[in-house]
């Protein structure tokens, strides 16, 4: 599976393995499984970005071969808007994985992951209700649903997750342990870009201005950490949801200081892992993002 010589002035790579079904996928990792190689699943929506590949480096450093699963999943969007204008740049994915040696991108069609219509509830816990899930309903029942279809496609050792997405990874863990599966799920810290903005699929909504706008989001958290010794928490979270309602085209949905297992609203400084959690509407686009604290 080495790199294959040029074509022209480019270099094209033959070592990732591009697949659409379960079936081709199980083939595929078939003798992997049998010489008990170790597998890591990075499961994506893809418009890939360096976060993304952050994840993918990981992967590749604690297991033998690295899937990327990159689909859209229907089920956990509330606003059918939203997911109709989900970039999806699947040329582009394919190189940024091509380059940066992934094994194995799985690509399925919505039938292959759902074909028929099913209903699936799981008890995720009262943080199900928190925060996103307050915001976005159902949304990591849907999030949960196609994480298991993954899982139990690829049979994975090792899965990589984003902190971008805090409290994505409290449900996904929720539902490991309800499904009593064996595998290590593996958080990521949020690559950023250099002026301070999370990297983000959704980023490229932004119109410039939006762009400039965005910013205040990780500002308010970097104040937040850094005031967090000598300010209350009230004066933490007045100030920085002060900072992010005065900004122009920026409309707050939540910024909180919470417990990082339950996600419960926290007044008391010296709690065990804390982290602050944001998010907003910037133009038209959604936006979240958090920090760990201290
Ligand atoms: P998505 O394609 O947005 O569903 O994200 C796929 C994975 O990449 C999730 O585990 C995200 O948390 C993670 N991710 C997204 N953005 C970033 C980022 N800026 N830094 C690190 N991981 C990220």
Known sequence: MDNCPTLGQETLYVRLKVINTIAALQMLLKPVKSAAQKIALVPTMGAL?????????????????????????????????????????????????????????????????????????????????????????????????????????????????GQ??????????????HFGMQLEILSCPIIREEDGLAMSSRNIHLSPADRKHALVLSRALNYVQENFSTAAIDELLSDARAMITATPGVDLDYFTIANGETLQPVADKSAPDLVALVAAKVGETRLIDNILLP
Not at 79 to 108: N, Q, S, T, W
């Open 49 to 161: 970005h360096k976060g993304h590949i952050s994840l993918l480096k990981l992967a590749q450093q604690k297991a033998d071969v690295v899937v990327c699963s990159i689909f859209v999943n229907p089920t956990q969007f509330t606003d059918p808007k939203d997911l109709e204008k989900y970039p999806r740049p699947l040329e582009h994915d394919i190189r940024m994985l091509e380059e940066a040696g992934c094994d194995v991108v799985f690509m399925p069609a919505v039938a292959e992951m759902y074909p028929e219509p099913e209903t699936w509830h799981i008890d995720l816990g009262p943080a199900e209700f928190l925060l996103e899930g307050a915001f976005r309903k159902g949304h990591y029942q849907g999030v949960t649903q196609i994480v298991k279809k993954l899982f139990d496609a690829v049979d994975p050792d090792i899965a990589c997750f």
């Open 164 to 177: 971008k997405d805090f409290q994505q990874i409290l449900m996904i863990r929720q539902m490991v342990a």
